[in-house]
């Protein structure tokens, strides 16, 4: 049975998950319409209508003699700016926002639907424990999906940066592991075998009586 401090507790949680919810579909919101005026206004969005930021990495060996007892790795990050981006590139920057985007949104919606559940005195539902599944392939698929992206938009750009003869660069970084992703999945797969063990115990003792 649910103390009252438990409400309490399941409520505030619930409120700011909605919050964080309503946040992140005003952002995607936002990227969609910069996205169309872009289109409109051939490139000039409304979030990257001057200038670009592209992260990238340039080679140790440009950076000249160092000092002795300070050393580099092979390749440093770097950031390239492109000045008033066309289409393509407005497209390209946009989509690294937009994946990200649909992840939160639909791991958040679920997360609302899980407090929503245990605000009303179900937990352990087993929509519960399905929705716990649903969270934990979307952000194990989702970051690897996101990673992938990434890299390929960054491999696009590296085509499209301004040359510069005299240092050499590559896109990056690319990190093949969704470290926090991964984790916040199994930990998800975890709790989706908890409240569906915990379902079952409800209708043994249900049955039972």
Known sequence: MATSSTSRAVRAARAITIGLLVLSIGFTALVLVSVATGLFRQGDSLLY??????PMQVSADDLGQLP??????DWLDVDVTIQD????????????DLGPAFVIVWALWLLAAVLNAAAHGDPFGRDNARRFRSLAVLLIVGGFALNVLNYAVLNAFYTQVPENPSIDLAAGPFTPLPAGMLMGGLVAFALAAVFADGARLREDVEGMV
């Open 49 to 54: 209508g001057d200038s670009i930021t592209v």
């Open 68 to 73: 002795d007892g300070i050393s580099a790795d």
């Open 85 to 96: 981006p066309t289409t393509s590139q407005m497209l390209l920057r946009s989509a690294q």
